[in-house]
């Protein structure tokens, strides 16, 4: 049974620091590249972050470049995001996701309210 367990996320002030982690089981780890996005309350789901499946290359976009970053640890079978400097524009639900060709996995989110 495949399944991807986020934790991490809370509520955070301004500026503060989180880190969410995804633990996976049920399916090859270290064969899927990781992906972690967030769907803020009214729209629609979008990507942050991505790993390559040794986790020599990652990708983010714009909105959190330079203040969010994804790692991996194979041998454990978990992905994490490192997420600093939050803004409250960054509240959503965070989701990871694997990925390997016509095959994804989500898992079932956690919240992040970045609020004063």
């Known amino acids: 049974q495949v399944q991807l367990v986020e934790s991490g996320g809370g509520l955070v002030q301004p500026g503060g620091s989180l880190r969410l982690s995804c633990a996976a089981s049920?399916?090859?780890?270290?064969?899927?590249?990781m992906r972690w996005n967030r769907q803020a309350p009214g729209k629609e789901r979008e990507l942050d972050a991505t790993i390559s499946t040794a986790g020599g290359s990652t990708n983010y976009a714009d909105s959190v470049k330079g203040r969010f970053t994804i790692s991996r640890d194979n041998a454990k079978n978990t992905v994490y995001l490192q997420m600093n400097s939050l803004k409250p524009e960054d509240t959503a639900v965070y989701y990871c996701?694997?990925?390997?060709?016509?095959?994804?996995?989500w898992g079932q989110g956690t919240q992040v309210t970045v609020s004063s």
């Open positions: 996701n694997a990925v390997r060709g016509a095959n994804a996995y």
């Open positions: 049920g399916f090859t780890f270290s064969r899927y590249a």
